[in-house]
């Protein structure tokens, strides 16, 4: 009994004696019971999966209304109220025309709004102050509020709204140049547009020196800024362009939405039209002497954002739409029938119209004779739309 009792005192010895070895041993492998995650290095993909969580804002699901609710993130846009010498009420007429018969479906209700008299001319000469950036209930993208320096231009009403540009931040300087380029931006010149540019009288070019092509690069270095209103014979090629003009006296009416932008193509070498690719993927000519806005539309997160709710869009003024089958024989070419089915017809709308890609008119160069001879590429569809 003693024999053991010494033995167990020994065998305690040793093992007391060896811990620190099994420490030291343990330090360089060490066994656990959960992987740790391996840190890695800031990449530019890893930086720019990380900001899309900053890009929109989302709320905690509390109620089933906000679960799926997610709004861009805009922190520069002002928190007041609009101008209202620049606003007029938008009077409701749900749809209808003036003998009460609904002419467009899916309108009526939503809140009471206020619609923002935009700039869409941008005659006024002189340089502008931007004084803040403003949400317009009446479109997708953003207006911008601008204070004219010149106190004598349009007759002191000094104040306007335009279409904001992307990047376009309170405290930014923007000229507008639709009215001609004034004499001395660049030294030198003399307001004569043409002939810095080699144009004659009738705006046909007649070939560029290297003195002209030295002019060209001053002017447009000068000019050519984000939110300046140019004539496309000054935009170089490749520039992002919005807001552009059809008729060299009309209003700017094309490429308005959030986001959208076209691109300068080319310019043709009689001087007379610059193609201009457009948002769809149509490639038109425009007359030189129009105008279009530098820079891209604002908002471009518009596109991505999610409702959350039917009751978010009747606030916005949008009713229902229900689906032809759902619907009787006499509402509907698809109504009717006992079950799911359309009667075992071609997919079309409510006024018969076939869907589904049926072209109803062929413009530009594939259609008709003189049908628009404007458009040089017509917008892809089908099979180019999904290369």
Same mark, same amino acid.
């Given at each position: 009994?003693?024999?053991?009792?010494?033995?167990?005192?020994?065998?305690?010895?040793?093992?007391?004696?060896?811990?620190?070895?099994?420490?030291?041993?343990?330090?360089?492998?060490?066994?656990? !019971?959960? /992987?740790?995650?391996?840190?890695?290095?800031?990449?530019?993909?890893?930086?720019?999966?990380?900001?899309?969580?900053?890009? !929109?804002?989302?709320?905690?699901?509390? +109620?089933?209304?906000?679960?799926?609710?997610?709004?861009?993130?805009?922190?520069?846009?002002?928190?007041?109220?609009?101008?209202?010498?620049?606003?007029?009420?938008?009077?409701?007429?749900? &749809?209808?025309?003036?003998?009460?018969?609904?002419?467009?479906?899916? #309108?009526?209700?939503?809140?009471?709004?206020?619609?923002?008299?935009?700039?869409?001319?941008?005659?006024?000469?002189?340089?502008?102050?931007?004084?803040?950036?403003?949400?317009?209930?009446?479109?997708?993208?953003?207006?911008?509020?601008?204070? &004219?320096?010149?106190?004598?231009?349009?007759?002191?009403?000094?104040?306007? !709204? #335009?279409?904001?540009?992307?990047?376009?931040?309170?405290?930014?300087?923007?000229?507008?140049?639709?009215?001609?380029?004034?004499?001395? #931006?660049?030294?030198?010149?003399?307001?004569?547009?043409?002939?810095?540019?080699?144009?004659?009288?009738?705006?046909?070019?007649?070939?560029?020196?290297?003195?002209?092509?030295?002019?060209?690069?001053?002017?447009?270095?000068?000019?050519?800024?984000?939110?300046?209103?140019?004539?496309?014979?000054?935009?170089?090629?490749? /520039?992002?362009?919005?807001?552009?003009?059809?008729?060299?006296?009309?209003?700017?009416?094309?490429?308005?939405?959030?986001?959208?932008?076209?691109?300068?193509? +080319?310019?043709? *070498?009689?001087?007379? !039209?610059?193609?201009?690719?457009?948002?769809? &993927?149509?490639?038109?000519?425009?007359?030189?002497?129009?105008?279009?806005?530098?820079?891209?539309?604002?908002?471009?997160?518009?596109?991505?954002?999610?409702?959350?709710?039917?009751?978010?869009?009747?606030?916005?003024?949008?009713?229902?739409?229900?689906? &032809?089958?759902?619907?009787?024989?006499?509402?509907?070419?698809?109504?009717?029938?006992?079950?799911?089915?359309?009667?075992?017809?071609?997919?079309?709308? #409510?006024?018969?119209?076939?869907?589904?890609?049926?072209?109803?008119?062929?413009?530009?160069?594939?259609?008709?004779?003189?049908?628009?001879?404007?458009?040089?590429? *017509?917008?892809?569809?089908?099979? *180019?739309?999904?290369?």
């Amino acid at each position: 009994m003693f024999s053991a009792a010494r033995a167990g005192v020994h065998l305690l010895k040793a093992c007391s004696s060896s811990r620190p070895a099994l420490a030291r041993s343990s330090a360089v492998a060490v066994r656990q !019971y959960a /992987t740790e995650v391996q840190q890695q290095q800031p990449s530019d993909i890893n930086d720019a999966l990380a900001r899309t969580s900053a890009l !929109y804002k989302t709320y905690k699901p509390i +109620t089933p209304g906000i679960r799926h609710l997610r709004r861009p993130v805009n922190d520069h846009l002002w928190k007041g109220r609009p101008l209202k010498a620049l606003t007029i009420p938008l009077r409701k007429k749900g &749809g209808r025309n003036n003998q009460g018969r609904i002419v467009v479906r899916h #309108i009526g209700g939503g809140h009471k709004r206020r619609l923002r008299t935009v700039d869409f001319m941008r005659t006024d000469e002189g340089l502008q102050d931007v004084v803040r950036i403003e949400y317009d209930p009446g479109r997708s993208g953003h207006v911008a509020l601008l204070r &004219g320096q010149d106190p004598n231009v349009n007759d002191g009403m000094r104040f306007s !709204y #335009i279409l904001a540009p992307e990047g376009l931040r309170a405290g930014d300087v923007v000229q507008s140049f639709r009215n001609g380029v004034p004499a001395g #931006i660049v030294p030198g010149f003399d307001g004569n547009l043409n002939t810095s540019m080699g144009l004659n009288e009738d705006g046909v070019s007649s070939g560029h020196t290297s003195t002209q092509s030295l002019a060209i690069g001053l002017l447009r270095a000068a000019t050519v800024r984000t939110g300046n209103v140019l004539p496309l014979k000054l935009i170089p090629p490749g /520039t992002p362009i919005h807001c552009i003009s059809l008729f060299p006296e009309r209003r700017m009416n094309l490429v308005r939405s959030a986001g959208t932008f076209a691109m300068v193509v +080319t310019h043709e *070498e009689d001087g007379k !039209y610059t193609q201009v690719k457009l948002q769809s &993927g149509e490639v038109r000519r425009v007359l030189q002497s129009c105008c279009a806005t530098i820079g891209k539309v604002s908002n471009p997160l518009w596109r991505n954002r999610s409702l959350g709710k039917a009751g978010r869009k009747r606030w916005l003024g949008r009713r229902p739409s229900v689906r &032809g089958a759902a619907m009787n024989r006499c509402d509907h070419p698809h109504g009717g029938g006992r079950g799911k089915s359309k009667g075992n017809k071609h997919p079309r709308s #409510i006024w018969g119209w076939l869907t589904k890609g049926k072209r109803t008119r062929r413009p530009g160069p594939k259609g008709p004779k003189n049908s628009n001879k404007m458009v040089v590429k *017509e917008r892809p569809r089908g099979k *180019e739309k999904r290369q």
